[in-house]
């Protein structure tokens, strides 16, 4: 009864006034740095124009206060042309931490996929003062920024929530054939001091790394070559499958920015997970 349904959103043709619109709650809030605006198929029914607003709604606030509250929103990207059945990518300047966004089509049409990419930033208010947090979860802004070998596995599948589905959810390198052992290093939401540290082998039976450590650093720029490496859990033997647990075996050194990752000689590691309190 409404003729072909689509992979994508799409609002019938608007015969008044107007244009038609979407909110979105995001999953991880955070800083907003550019969007994907997809009419992947929608070719004579493309919207011609689009913008997007944006909010900050932090615990439960309802959709109707969201829709009818317009002074909420702040525009983050104004009314710009679209191509159909194309990625409209568009680069975003905000620096503030949004929860909500809303797309605005102008005046009508078909919208495939939105895509919406930044840098996570949680709500540290939610914490307090001494709590015990993942500080390299994701969803807590943590974020791998290097490793030595992706060849099976991406690196940031490290960080994800909950343990990995199978193997492909995990880190894995390549088998290392020379000298040497792989790494990942991970930026950690926020500085803080690290008291107790999962390292999850789970779904690798025959590919684990033999061995792990992990070392930490404190920097306020960029990691290089030139950074200064603390060890903070030292060489210490894995189990296939197997959620490890360190707590007496770390080394207190104080706060921490990043951590690094070592394994021996290669293999896979499906989850890390880096607790520990707050910078005061």
Not at 11 to 31: A, E, F, M
């Given at each position: 009864?409404?003729?072909?349904?689509?992979?994508?959103?799409?609002?019938?043709?608007?015969?008044?006034?107007?244009?038609?619109?979407?909110?979105?709650?995001?999953?991880?809030?955070?800083?907003?740095?550019?969007?994907?605006?997809?009419?992947?198929?929608?070719?004579?029914?493309?919207?011609?124009?689009?913008?997007?607003?944006?909010?900050?709604?932090?615990?439960?606030?309802?959709?109707?206060?969201?829709?009818?509250?317009?002074?909420?929103?702040?525009?983050?990207?104004?009314k710009?042309?679209?191509?159909?059945?194309?990625?409209n990518?568009?680069?975003?300047?905000?620096?503030?931490?949004?929860?909500?966004?809303?797309?605005?089509?102008?005046?009508?049409?078909?919208?495939?996929?939105?895509?919406?990419?930044?840098?996570?930033?949680?709500?540290?208010?939610?914490?307090?003062?001494?709590?015990?947090?993942?500080?390299?979860?994701?969803?807590?802004?943590?974020?791998?920024?290097?490793t030595?070998d992706?060849?099976?596995?991406?690196?940031?599948?490290?960080?994800?929530?909950?343990?990995?589905?199978?193997?492909?959810?995990?880190?894995?390198?390549?088998?290392?054939?020379?000298?040497?052992?792989?790494?990942?290093?991970v930026?950690?939401?926020?500085?803080?001091?690290?008291?107790?540290?999962?390292?999850?082998?789970?779904?690798?039976?025959?590919?684990?790394?033999?061995?792990?450590?992990?070392?930490?650093?404190?920097?306020?720029?960029?990691?290089?070559?030139?950074?200064?490496?603390?060890?903070?859990?030292?060489?210490?033997?894995?189990?296939?499958?197997?959620r490890?647990?360190?707590?007496k075996?770390?080394?207190?050194?104080?706060?921490?920015?990043?951590?690094?990752?070592?394994?021996?000689?290669?293999?896979?590691?499906?989850?890390?997970?880096?607790?520990?309190?707050?910078?005061?």
């Amino acid at each position: 009864d409404r003729g072909k349904w689509m992979d994508g959103w799409e609002s019938r043709r608007k015969r008044t006034p107007g244009y038609d619109w979407c909110i979105v709650k995001l999953g991880l809030s955070g800083v907003i740095k550019g969007v994907d605006i997809d009419t992947n198929h929608f070719l004579g029914n493309h919207p011609p124009f689009a913008s997007m607003d944006a909010c900050v709604a932090d615990g439960p606030v309802s959709p109707t206060v969201l829709v009818n509250d317009n002074s909420r929103w702040s525009e983050i990207l104004p009314k710009s042309p679209l191509n159909p059945g194309s990625q409209n990518m568009f680069q975003l300047s905000s620096s503030q931490r949004w929860t909500h966004v809303r797309l605005n089509i102008y005046p009508d049409g078909g919208v495939a996929r939105l895509r919406v990419y930044g840098d996570v930033v949680p709500d540290w208010t939610r914490y307090k003062s001494g709590d015990l947090i993942d500080l390299a979860a994701v969803q807590n802004g943590g974020a791998v920024i290097g490793t030595s070998d992706m060849f099976f596995g991406a690196g940031q599948n490290l960080l994800m929530p909950e343990r990995a589905d199978n193997m492909g959810d995990g880190w894995e390198t390549k088998r290392r054939r020379g000298p040497g052992y792989d790494w990942a290093i991970v930026k950690l939401g926020k500085p803080g001091s690290i008291k107790k540290i999962e390292v999850d082998t789970n779904h690798f039976k025959g590919n684990y790394p033999d061995e792990c450590s992990i070392d930490g650093c404190r920097s306020d720029e960029p990691i290089s070559a030139q950074s200064v490496w603390t060890e903070i859990l030292p060489k210490t033997k894995l189990q296939a499958h197997t959620r490890h647990f360190f707590e007496k075996e770390l080394i207190a050194v104080g706060t921490c920015t990043h951590v690094r990752l070592n394994i021996y000689p290669d293999g896979g590691v499906s989850r890390l997970r880096v607790l520990g309190v707050l910078e005061k």
